[in-house]
């Protein structure tokens, strides 16, 4: 260490009370800058355990596929991690009152597929193995049918079909036409399965709103699951994870080539979107601008303030230590070595307030979580209970400390500019921080007559040195700026939110399936309009179609990740359906 840094040490020592009190700004300005940065790191950390909790922990999975392919999806580079499931087929349960709900479903699945998939207990335990079984809790609540843990269920498992022979699935809603008739159900085998717990309700994606079937679950073993002969390839799905889920889309491309996906065939690939996207990995990215936006605006005005209270240490520091460069600059020190002086000086308090500085804002930030999670857990629609915890990561302290070393660096700039521009003589004497010529710090009698004795020395000393006294009127120009703000920001912020959820003003709505009548719908909503705790309602029909379009007609980047594995084999200007 040279001899100014030394100096500069020595300063910081024998001026105790100023030094604290610069980190303790430091501290302030970084708790503040890390909380903002955490808190958007928990948000984004949050969505990612609600999205985990709700669909599962899976980036992307293929459908209706084989023995072979599973092979093929497993030794490719890209994926990390696999689950299959197999579907066993359907089973009629007795006593259903959910017409448009008549069947059971049943899953087996491997051992991977318990922890990939949003399977959440409310009683008993998973299923060990192909003879037990996990029943949801809305068989009572919806079916109307009360199974307990413990009971036997006999079920007689097949498919279902239309009359022409047509095989449906859980995407396919019970079928019944107009004129009476229904589908059937093919049965095939029959088993007896215990039941061992009883969980919530699957995600849509894997038990639609329209699904026929009660989905429960059994545990089959990995290497049963692949072989058995006496299943079609089209009950098998794999669930995967990529190692580098930002190119997931690249993946699955690859994987289309590898399966031969897109041909013709009944595989296809389906993806985690809620998980994706809260991932930050997709072409919606409006939520995480919106995100970083808002931390950027209040790390910004963080700053501001900072810069504000920080110079001022770093300048009081300066002015009182002129003499002292004046004497280092009188025995050959340069003005580059006092400009690193008061860097130097910057660096060292840095190094004790940042560091204190994020851990207060993380302790800060936790106790503050802990009495508004509430508020922001009801800004996210999520149908299991997922807390918010402070989630603290790496990128989000890097940026943390960064910024507020930029905040302190930018803070000591000018008083460093200042001390190596001054000359030894000038600052020796001090000349350019005290002013002493009368008619510089003449005041009126007028001054005198209204603020008394006081008010003449302070306008006095007020005149003998402009340049600190605009330093303090600035920093009080900012505080009610920031003040004014924050308060705006956060007006402007609520009043958004409102925007967006005042037209959610509905407490529950019913959703029709497909195959009900107009009269029965008509029918329906008479019915729930005329009941006694309802105040008002209203409907909205919604219909599907499609419509061919010239393929110069479509958005580019929608043709090339939504249409063109559709359309493929169709040259550039023929028609596409969309």
Not at 193 to 199: F, P
Not at 260 to 279: S, T, W
Not at 409 to 428: F, Q
Not at 468 to 476: D, E, K, V
Request: charged share 20%; glycine share 8%; with cysteine.
């Amino acid at each position: 260490m040279n001899i100014i840094n030394k100096v500069t040490l020595r300063g910081l020592k024998k001026n105790k009370t100023r030094t604290i009190v610069t980190i303790i700004g430091i501290i302030l300005s970084a708790a503040m800058i890390t909380a903002v940065t955490t808190l958007i790191s928990s948000f984004q950390g949050y969505l990612v355990k609600a999205a985990i909790a709700e669909e599962g922990c899976w980036h992307a999975a293929v459908h209706n596929i084989s023995y072979e392919d599973i092979e093929k999806l497993k030794n490719m580079d890209e994926i990390s991690e696999t689950a299959v499931t197999r579907s066993a087929g359907y089973s009629v349960l007795e006593g259903g009152v959910n017409e448009y709900k008549p069947y059971l479903y049943l899953m087996e699945l491997s051992n991977e597929a318990f922890g990939a998939l949003p399977i959440h207990l409310t009683k008993g335990k998973l299923p060990q193995n192909e003879n037990e079984v996990v029943i949801p809790e809305h068989i009572k609540s919806n079916g109307g049918i009360d199974i307990q843990v413990g009971d036997a269920l006999d079920l007689n498992i097949g498919q279902r079909v239309l009359e022409d022979g047509i095989a449906l699935n859980q995407s396919n809603p019970y079928v019944e036409m107009e004129d009476g008739t229904t589908e059937k159900l093919d049965v095939s085998s029959t088993r007896t399965l215990t039941v061992v717990g009883v969980m919530s309700r699957l995600s849509y994606k894997l038990e639609g709103y329209s699904s026929p079937g009660y989905t429960i679950i059994t545990s089959r073993d990995f290497s049963k699951l692949v072989t058995d002969g006496n299943r079609a390839e089209k009950d098998l799905s794999v669930f995967f994870t990529t190692y580098n889920p930002g190119s997931i889309y690249e993946t699955e491309v690859k994987i289309a080539e590898t399966l031969g996906i897109g041909n013709g065939g009944e595989k296809y690939i389906d993806e985690n979107r809620v998980l994706l996207r809260d991932m930050g990995v997709s072409d919606n990215d409006s939520f995480d601008r919106v995100l970083y936006s808002l931390g950027a605006i209040l790390i910004g005005l963080i700053m501001v303030g900072s810069v504000s209270l920080i110079y001022n240490s770093f300048s009081i520091s300066v002015s009182e230590r002129t003499k002292q460069f004046g004497l280092l600059s009188s025995v050959g020190a340069t003005s580059k070595q006092l400009r690193r002086s008061v860097f130097f000086e910057a660096l060292i308090l840095a190094a004790v307030g940042i560091p204190l500085g994020v851990l207060a804002g993380i302790l800060g930030i936790g106790v503050t979580l802990y009495f508004v999670s509430g508020l922001l857990e009801s800004l996210v629609t999520s149908a299991v209970y997922v807390p918010l915890t402070v989630s603290v990561s790496v990128p989000s302290i890097v940026a943390a400390v960064f910024t507020a070393l930029i905040t302190i660096l930018i803070s000591a700039n000018i008083p460093a500019k200042r001390s190596s521009k001054t000359s030894a003589v000038d600052a020796i004497r001090q000349s350019t921080d005290i002013k002493l010529k009368t008619k510089q710090v003449k005041t009126s009698w007028l001054t005198r007559k209204l603020f008394g004795m006081e008010g003449d020395l302070a306008l006095k000393n007020l005149k003998r040195n402009k340049k600190r006294y605009r330093s303090t009127i600035l920093s009080l120009f900012i505080s009610v700026v920031l003040f004014v703000s924050a308060s705006a920001f956060s007006m402007y912020l609520r009043d958004s939110v409102m925007n967006v959820y005042k037209d959610a003003n509905y407490d529950l709505f019913y959703n029709s399936y497909q195959g009900q009548s107009e009269d029965t719908l008509s029918e329906a909503y008479d019915n729930i309009l005329a009941l006694d705790s309802v105040k008002q309602g209203s409907s909205i029909a919604q219909e599907y179609s499609s419509l061919s379009l010239p393929k110069e007609k479509v958005n580019a980047s929608y043709y090339n990740k939504y249409i063109q594995d559709v359309n493929e084999g169709f040259e550039d200007g023929d028609d596409i359906s969309v």
